[in-house]
Nanobody
Framework: QVQLVESGGGLVQAGGSLRLSCASS????????MGWFRQAPGKEREFVAG????????GSADSVKGRFTISRDNAKNTLYLQMNSLKPEDTAVYYC?????????????????WGQGTQVTVSS
């Protein structure tokens, strides 16, 4: 059983930055890809960024490309999302998730463990 806990969310003005963290209690963290998803009220879950098990490969949604950076520290069993140049449209609950394989996917159904989420609110 894998447990994930997100932290680092909060209220920030447009143009500001936040760094989200996702701590995993699993001992096999380094074996699996990880991803960040977000969900705004009344909207579907949206892929934000993904990273392979080793961290060698990453990808992100067009809406955040150039602004968000995903990374991981396998020695600390921790996933990160650095968010810069935040926009009001980025307001959502952000979730981290563990993938089913070593490579990331943009589809939510390719992830089988999820954190509780952390709220990010960007004011205009």
């Amino acid at each position: 059983q894998v447990q994930l806990v997100e932290s680092g969310g909060g209220l920030v003005q447009a143009g500001g930055s936040l760094r989200l963290s996702c701590a995993s209690s699993g001992r096999t963290f380094s074996r699996y890809a990880m991803g960040w998803f977000r969900q705004a009220p009344g909207k579907e879950r949206e892929f934000v960024a993904g990273i392979s098990s080793s961290g060698a490969s990453t990808g992100s949604a067009d809406s955040v490309k150039g602004r968000f950076t995903i990374s991981r520290d396998n020695a600390k069993n921790t996933l990160y999302l650095q968010m810069n140049s935040l926009k009001p449209e980025d307001t959502a609950v952000y979730y981290c998730a563990t993938g089913r394989s070593t490579y990331y996917s943009g589809n939510y159904y390719d992830y089988n463990y999820w954190g509780q989420g952390t709220q990010v609110t960007v004011s205009s």
